[in-house]
T-cell receptor, first 107, second 111 residues
Framework: ELKVEQNPLFLSMQEGKNYTIYCNYS?????LYWYRQDPGKSLESLFV?????AVKQEGRLMASLDTKARLSTLHITAAVHDLSATYFC???????FGTGTRLQVFP | NAGVTQTPKFRVLKTGQSMTLLCAQD?????MYWYRQDPGMGLRLIHY???????AKGEVPDGYNVSRLKKQNFLLGLESAAPSQTSVYFC??????????FGNGTRLTVT
């Protein structure tokens, strides 16, 4: 059974701190996507990772992909309140999503 | 340029009633998807389509049917609604190796 597991499921962090969200998957897919969802809203794309070793950065977020370990990470640098949202990873073009990581950033 | 439009936005059904959710896109994307989102469970794929006239089952297809008669439209039907189908439904479209574009969702309550 194809699985995509994220951890942690919930993350409460102080502004200015760093943290990493992990996405483990069981398929041999080499395509992985990260999305953000604000409460009550739809999902918006953050990153598309299409090959082993791919690294993408946007502002305080950086995503990477290790297809051999079947692991993607989303690293948050110097968190700010505006990053509070739920983050999802997805594999196989969107066929399977992780359960999401709800991030809360407090002062 | 509306992108991905879902109708209706909200709906309340009684158990056993039927309804159809419409997803319309003007992005000329080949792939279209229907998901449901429940608290603590992320998004689960119901059905998807890789082109006009084709559909396939996702992770949780039971109780739902779909049709893709035109490239721009993907319909999700509930023939006999059950309380377990209370959820938020999202439609998404995409092309190979590109991120999905999501609609704004339909909040469905079945009483």
């Amino acid at each position: 059974e194809l699985k995509v597991e994220q951890n942690p499921l919930f993350l409460s962090m102080q502004e200015g701190k760093n943290y990493t969200i992990y996405c483990n998957y069981s398929t041999t897919s080499d395509r992985l996507y990260w999305y953000r969802q604000d409460p009550g809203k739809s999902l918006e794309s953050l990153f598309v990772l299409l090959s082993n070793g791919a690294v993408k950065q946007e502002g305080r977020l950086m995503a990477s992909l290790d297809t051999k370990a079947r692991l993607s990470t989303l690293h948050i640098t110097a968190a700010v309140h505006d990053l509070s949202a739920t983050y999802f990873c997805a594999v196989d073009g969107g066929l399977i999503f992780g359960t999401g990581t709800r991030l809360q950033v407090f002062p | 340029n509306a992108g991905v439009t879902q109708t209706p936005k909200f709906r309340v059904l009684k158990t056993g009633q039927s309804m159809t959710l419409l997803c319309a896109q003007d992005m000329n994307h080949e792939y279209m998807y229907w998901y449901r989102q429940d608290p603590g469970m992320g998004l689960r794929l119901i059905h998807y389509s890789v082109g006009e006239g084709t559909t396939a089952k996702g992770e949780v297809p039971d109780g739902y049917n779909v049709s893709r008669l035109k490239k721009q439209n993907f319909l999700l039907g509930l023939e006999s609604a059950a309380p377990s189908q209370t959820s938020v439904y999202f439609c998404a479209t995409g092309i190979v190796n590109s991120p999905l574009h999501f609609g704004n969702g339909t909040r469905l309550t079945v009483t």
